[in-house]
Nanobody, 122 residues
Framework: EVQLVESGGGLVQAGGSLRLSCEVS????????IGWYRRAPGKAREGVSC????????YYADSVKARFTISKDNAKSTVYLQMNSLKPEDTAVYYC???????????????WGQGTQVTVSS
């Protein structure tokens, strides 16, 4: 069974930091690109960041560049999203997703987690 489990969300004041984790199981972790998406209230789903587990190439949406950093730990089959200088507009449910399609950045993902809530207060 393929499982992606997000954790690390919570409530933080503007300017604060959180680190999200996505633990992946049921697939060969090293073969997959892992991405982070978010869905804010009243807004469309937005791709935030992704990382290839092959060469570690990373992508960031313009809205989070210089503030968020994606990383991975192959031994733990886990991808992290370090979020700094958080803004109220970062408030959303954050989802991780996985695909082994070679296109980068991916346009679609095959597996999704349940999401973790991030709330940034002003």
């Amino acid at each position: 069974e393929v499982q992606l489990v997000e954790s690390g969300g919570g409530l933080v004041q503007a300017g604060g930091s959180l680190r999200l984790s996505c633990e992946v199981s049921g697939v060969t972790f090293e073969d997959y690109t892992i991405g982070w998406y978010r869905r804010a209230p009243g807004k469309a789903r937005e791709g935030v960041s992704c990382i290839t587990n092959g060469d570690g190439s990373a992508y960031y949406a313009d809205s989070v560049k210089a503030r968020f950093t994606i990383s991975k730990d192959n031994a733990k089959s886990t991808v992290y999203l370090q979020m700094n200088s958080l803004k109220p507009e970062d408030t959303a449910v954050y989802y991780c997703a996985a695909t082994n399609n070679p296109r980068f950045p991916p346009m679609k993902y095959d597996y999704w987690g349940q999401g973790t809530q991030v709330t940034v207060s002003s």
